[in-house]
């Protein structure tokens, strides 16, 4: 079953808007990634967030991490077209690797 | 660096041919992983090397399903027979530790017939 949860699914906003996506998780974690697919293409490493860190920037990009509450969400400012793509998050726990969740879609029209 | 490799980008073939997708990791890279993704299941974890030794293949769907990663800078994910349900995008991935970033290939679109 998938790990992490992306909410919404689906995301539509106009460019310079900020577009804020959340991840929910069940167990414990010793990570939390988010990677960015556009269509046709590979995943590509955003962030990674550690379990005893709350926040974290890079450049438009912030995230944070609340683990009382087992959510993350990514916020990226002032988006562009370009930011249009598939975002998913992606946690470890133990000795596993990542599981991703099923993303969210997000459209930045001009 | 180059990146991850892999080949075919695109494979089209009829049911019951076998498949072989290749992949070649971020040299330095100690862990490997193939994954599959379909609309409907999104993307799913099939197998996952570390230091060319499988460690988790409880993804693979059966026993059609094989990988091989014979040195730390090839692997291959093959397919015998394949089924018109195996059409999806094969994704290989490396990473210095297996629980930390992993880089992407760009995929291998399988369409089966």
């Known amino acids: 079953s998938q790990q992490g949860e992306e909410d919404p699914q689906a995301l539509s906003i106009q460019e310079g808007e900020n577009a804020t996506m959340n991840c929910s998780y069940k167990?414990?974690?010793?990570?939390l990634q988010w990677y960015r697919q556009n269509s046709g293409r590979g995943l590509v490493h955003l962030i990674l967030?550690?379990?005893?860190?709350r926040e974290k920037h890079s450049g438009r990009l912030r995230v944070t991490l609340d683990t009382s509450k087992k959510s993350s969400s990514l916020l990226i400012t002032a988006s562009r077209a370009a930011d249009t793509a598939s975002y998913f998050c992606?946690?470890?726990?133990?000795?596993?690797?990542?599981?991703f969740g099923k993303g969210t879609m997000l459209l930045v029209s001009p | 660096d180059a990146g991850v490799i892999q080949s075919p980008r695109h494979e089209v073939t009829e049911m019951g041919q076998e498949v072989t997708l290749r992949c070649k990791p971020i040299?330095?890279?100690?862990?490997l992983f193939w994954y599959r993704q379909t609309m409907m299941r999104g993307l799913e974890l099939l197998i996952y090397?570390?230091?060319?030794?499988?460690?988790?293949d409880s993804g693979m769907p059966e026993d059609r399903f094989s990988a091989k990663m014979p040195n730390a800078s090839f692997s291959t994910l093959k397919i015998q027979p394949s089924e018109p349900r195996d059409s999806a995008v094969y994704f290989c991935?490396?990473?210095?530790?297996?629980?930390?970033?992993?880089?992407f290939g760009p995929g291998t679109r399988l369409l089966v017939l």
């Open positions: 991935a490396s990473s210095p530790r297996d629980w930390e970033t992993q880089y």
């Open positions: 167990t414990s974690i010793n990570n």
């Open positions: 967030i550690r379990s005893n860190e």
């Open positions: 992606a946690t470890t726990s133990g000795y596993s690797t990542l599981t």
């Open positions: 040299s330095g890279h100690n862990s």
């Open positions: 090397f570390n230091n060319n030794v499988p460690i988790d």
